[in-house]
C-alpha cells in the first residue's frame, strides 16, 4: 500500500489504555454525543409533522430536505465518538470508514446548498413576487432539491475515493486521506501529487460548501433588505432576527473547520501551525456538526404556525396513546367484572339446584 511521504508520521492526540483521557477528548466526545442525541430528536421530530401533518408546499418541501440531510449527518456521529473514545483508533474497517467519512462530506455540501437555495427562494419572493407566483411550485422544487443532492454526491466522490485506513507505526489505525491512491507506477513521485490533491479537496470544501452558499445567503437577505427598504415596508423583527442568526451560525459553526483545514494545508511539513491544526480540527469538526442542530431550531421552530402544528401533533401522539392504554384497562376490567359476575350466577344456580 502506497502512502504520501508524511501520512505515517501523523500524530493525532490519543491516549492508551493507561493513560487517562484528557480534558479536551472528553469535552469533545461529550459534544459528539449532545450534538448527536437532540440532533437526533430534533429531526426526526420535524420529519414526521412535516411530513405527515402539514400539507406539501415550497418551504415544507425545503425544511424537509435540510431536516433529511442533518438526521443523516447526525445519525452517523455516534460512530465518529466511538472512534474518538477507542484513541482515534479506527476498528470497522476501509469501507465503513469511506462511507462514515462522505456522509460528513455529503452533509456539508448539501447543508450549504440548501441553505444558499433557501435564501434564493425568499429573494424571489420579494423582488419577483409575479414570477413566483406562476413559476415557484412544489414541482420546481422538488426537482432543484434532487440536483442539489445529487452535486453534492458527486463533489463528495473525491473524498470517498481518497478515504482510507491507515496503520501508524505506533499501532493504531486512522480514519484518514490517503492521497497516494491510484497514482500511475509505484515510482512516481508522490510528494507534489499528495500535496496537489490535498489543496484541491481543502479548497473545494472551501468554495463549494462555505464561500459560496455563504455569499449567496449574505446576498440574498441584504438584496430584500434594500428592497423592502426601498418601498418603505417596515422589515419585521422576526425577520431580521432570523437573518442575523442564520448568517452568524452558518459563519460560526463551519468558519473554524474550514480555516484549520487551509492551516493544516499551508502550513510547511512539521510546522507549529500543522500541530495546532490537526488538534484543532476534531473540535471544529464538531461545531461544524453543531449546524445540523441549529437548522431545524433557525428554520422551523422560528414559525409559530409550525411551531403549534408541532405542539398539536404531539399532544394527538400522547391522546392516542393514553386512549389506547386507557382502552385497554377499560376493557380488561370489563373482562375482569363479566368474569365475576358469570362465576357469581353459576354458583347461584347451584345453590339454587343444592
Known amino acids: 500500500m502506497l502512502f504520501c511521504p508524511s501520512t505515517q508520521n501523523i500524530t493525532p492526540p490519543a491516549y492508551n489504555n493507561t493513560e487517562k483521557m484528557s480534558s479536551l477528548t472528553i469535552f469533545t466526545i461529550f459534544l459528539h454525543g449532545f450534538f448527536s442525541s437532540v ?13 405527515f401533518h402539514v400539507r ?6 425545503w425544511i424537509l430536505n435540510l431536516a433529511a440531510s442533518d438526521l443523516l449527518a447526525t445519525s452517523f456521529l455516534p460512530i465518529f465518538t466511538l ?28 447543508s ?14 420579494v423582488l419577483r413576487p409575479v414570477w413566483a407566483q406562476n413559476y415557484r411550485n412544489t414541482r420546481i422544487v422538488s426537482k432543484i432539491c434532487g440536483v442539489i443532492w445529487a452535486f453534492a454526491v458527486v463533489c463528495t466522490i473525491p473524498f470517498y475515493i481518497f478515504r482510507d485506513t491507515i ?3 505506533s499501532g ?22 499528495c500535496q496537489q ?26 438584496a430584500v ?55 484543532a480540527l476534531p473540535i471544529a469538526a464538531s461545531i461544524g456538526f453543531f449546524n445540523s442542530v441549529l437548522n431545524p431550531i433557525l428554520y422551523v421552530f422560528s414559525c409559530p404556525d409550525l411551531c403549534r402544528k408541532i405542539r398539536h401533533s404531539l399532544g394527538a401522539v400522547m391522546e392516542s396513546v393514553l386512549a389506547e392504554d386507557l382502552g385497554e384497562l377499560v376493557r380488561r376490567r370489563s373482562t375482569a367484572y363479566s368474569s365475576v359476575s358469570n362465576t357469581e350466577v353459576t354458583m347461584k344456580q347451584i345453590n339454587s339446584n343444592v
Not at 91 to 105: D, P
Not at 172 to 193: E, G, Q, W
Request: proline fraction near 4%; aromatic fraction near 14%.
Open 83 to 110: 472512534y474518538m473514545a477507542k484513541g482515534n483508533t479506527w476498528t470497522l474497517g476501509k469501507t465503513f470508514c469511506r462511507i462514515h467519512s462522505s456522509i460528513f462530506f455529503l452533509n456539508m455540501f448539501v
Open 39 to 51: 440532533g437526533i430528536v430534533e429531526n426526526l421530530l420535524i420529519i414526521g409533522v412535516v411530513g
Open 225 to 279: 433588505n434594500a428592497s423592502l427598504a426601498r418601498r418603505g415596508q417596515r422589515r419585521p423583527f422576526r425577520f431580521v432576527r432570523l437573518v442575523v442568526a442564520v448568517v452568524v451560525s452558518f459563519l460560526l459553526c463551519w468558519a473554524p473547520y474550514h480555516l484549520f483545514i487551509v492551516m493544516e494545508v499551508l502550513a510547511p511539513e512539521g510546522h507549529h501551525a500543522q500541530k495546532i491544526a490537526g488538534k
Open 112 to 125: 450549504g446548498f440548501l441553505l444558499a437555495a433557501i435564501s434564493m427562494d425568499r429573494c424571489l419572493v
Open 172 to 193: 493504531r489505525i486512522l480514519c484518514y486521506y490517503n492521497y497516494a491512491l491510484y497514482l500511475p507506477s509505484a515510482t512516481y513521485d508522490r510528494k507534489p501529487v
Open 167 to 169: 496503520t501508524l507505526r
Open 197 to 222: 490533491r490535498k489543496e484541491a479537496l481543502a479548497f473545494m470544501k472551501l468554495f463549494f460548501a462555505f464561500l459560496i452558499p455563504l455569499s449567496i445567503i449574505i446576498f440574498s437577505y441584504v
Open 56 to 61: 406539501r408546499s415550497v418551504i415544507s418541501i
